[in-house]
């Protein structure tokens, strides 16, 4: 099962990835984040179907976060260039997005590609927040 979200700014993200760590009923066989100028696109990829009470459940937690997103052409084919084993900076030369992390929950990937960006911009930009 899949979850397609769009959100704010990084902290929010890094929420996700937090929930995600602390809750081993859900089976998570990736979790793919992609920055966008204005916001962040985060797919949840779950290995087993979730219980009927562990969707909503889910879905709940990510409704107060963000939004379900259907993405455009370019992300879709970015998700689907990722999930079928392509490199993620293969699929970001052939998109052009901003792949941040794919595969396992990470923390520490999400983290580091804001400082970078923020240091080289100088600036923070409320997505980076």
Known sequence: MDYVYYLAN??????????????PRLSVKS???????????VKVKLSDVPTLHQDADFRAFLNELGIPYEPDIRVR?????????????SVMRRYQVAVVSH???DFE?????????????GYCPETLA
């Open 77 to 89: 084919m970015a998700l689907w260039g990722l999930e079928t084993g392509q490199s993620p900076v």
């Open 109 to 121: 990937e999400i983290e580091e590609f804001r400082k970078q960006f923020v240091s080289g911009l």
């Open 10 to 23: 990084a902290s929010l993200t890094l929420r996700i990835v937090e929930f995600l760590h602390q809750s």
């Open 31 to 41: 979790l793919t984040v992609i920055h966008q100028i204005d916001g962040w696109v």
């Open 103 to 105: 595969g396992n929950p």
